[in-house]
């Protein structure tokens, strides 16, 4: 089993959609979470913290359930710029996911 | 402030060749990390160091893969003798402590072995 798991994708949404990745892990003494998103031929770059209560940032929101083991990341009002791969990584073990392509459509 | 320098951006070579690809950490960081990403494999880490001691390299592909941080300001990622499967694009990303902090990443060398 991968250390880091991510949805395959790829996700294709309307406008205004509201659309949920998730992200499971196998190491269970993981401290830290993190989404990452990456455009395309760019580097990944940090979009937000997962903190245990779940944290909010407009129309971002980051999860985390340690008795199931996972991460999850909620965008609501989707806009045609959030179109990218979002990573997340469990930084205790510096793995990233394999990525989950979102595709925001007019 | 400079983020994290990566050279060359784009590199292409022939088969059997060595390879030399170049990281400058941001000033302060002590953890450095390098990174292959593939459509294939996604992003895999290769090796990370800190405070300039690598500290887990079992993702480096095979010996003909090494690592150097000689100092706090410079890795380098050496492949050698490169071969087609190695093509693929390297992240260089530091970090204040590993495991706790966000990573800041380099813009990436795209490598072409022919």
């Known amino acids: 089993r991968k250390e880091v798991e991510q949805d395959p994708g790829p996700f294709n949404v309307p406008e205004g959609a509201t659309v949920a990745f998730n992200c499971t892990y196998s190491?269970?003494?993981?401290?830290?979470f993190f989404w990452y998103r990456q455009d395309c031929r760019k580097e990944p770059k940090l979009l937000m913290s997962?903190?245990?209560s779940g944290n909010e940032d407009g129309r971002f929101t980051a999860q985390l359930n340690r008795a199931s083991q996972y991460i999850s990341l909620l965008i609501r009002d989707s806009k045609l710029s959030d179109s990218a791969t979002y990573l997340c990584?469990?930084?205790?073990?510096?793995?990233f996911g394999a990525g989950t392509r979102l595709t925001v459509k007019p | 402030d400079a983020g994290v320098i990566q050279s060359p951006r784009h590199e292409v070579t022939e088969m059997g060749q060595e390879v030399t690809l170049r990281c400058k950490p941001i000033?302060?960081?002590?953890?450095l990390f390098w990174y292959r990403q593939t459509m294939m494999r996604g992003l895999e880490l290769l090796i990370y160091?800190?405070?300039?001691?690598?500290?887990?390299d079992s993702g480096m592909p095979e010996d003909r893969f090494s690592a150097k941080m000689p100092n706090a300001s410079f890795s380098t990622l050496k492949i050698q003798p490169s071969e087609p499967r190695d093509s693929a694009v390297y992240f260089c990303?530091?970090?204040?402590?590993?495991?706790?902090?966000?990573?800041?990443f380099g813009p990436g060398t795209r490598l072409t072995v022919l």
């Open positions: 990303a530091s970090t204040l402590i590993s495991g706790y902090n966000e990573q800041f």
């Open positions: 190491n269970s003494a993981s401290q830290s």
């Open positions: 997962v903190y245990s």
């Open positions: 990584v469990v930084n205790n073990d510096m793995r």
């Open positions: 000033s302060g960081h002590n953890s």
């Open positions: 160091f800190n405070n300039n001691v690598p500290i887990d």
